[in-house]
C-alpha cells in the first residue's frame, strides 16, 4: 500500500505560520458625513478590522451613527497592506488592529 499525499488549498494553518490569513482584514473606508441630513458634508476616513467587505461597511455605519453623523456617503473601500507612515492614520490603524473603529473626520 501506497502513503496517500492530501493536498489542501486553504492556506497555511496555525504550525505553517498560517495565523495571519485567519486574522481580520484592515480595511480603510473613504467618504463624506453630515452631522445634519441634508447639511454640508466633509471627508471621512474609517479603519478598521473585518472578516469581509460587508461586515466592514456595517460597522462603519454603526461607529458613525454612534458618533452623531446623521448621513454618510461612502465612496472607497480598500484593504490596508501595512501600517501607514503618517498620522492619524497610523494611530488609526493600530487602534483598528486593537478591534476599535477609529474615524478620522476632516473639516
Do not use: W
Not at 4 to 20: C, H, K
Request: with cysteine.
Amino acid at each position: 500500500m501506497s502513503a496517500m499525499n492530501s493536498d489542501n488549498d486553504n492556506g497555511a494553518g496555525p504550525m505553517d505560520g498560517g495565523d495571519e490569513a485567519e486574522s481580520p482584514a484592515i480595511f480603510i473606508i473613504l467618504g463624506q458625513v453630515s452631522r445634519q441630513k441634508g447639511g454640508d458634508m466633509r471627508p471621512v476616513h474609517v479603519l478598521l478590522a473585518a472578516p469581509d467587505e460587508d461586515t466592514a461597511v456595517r460597522l462603519c455605519l454603526d461607529a458613525l451613527s454612534a458618533k452623531s453623523f446623521a448621513e454618510a456617503d461612502l465612496d472607497q473601500i480598500g484593504v490596508l497592506d501595512e501600517m501607514p507612515d503618517d498620522e492619524p492614520h497610523a494611530s488609526a490603524y493600530q487602534g483598528a488592529l486593537e478591534g476599535e473603529v477609529a474615524v478620522i473626520a476632516f473639516d
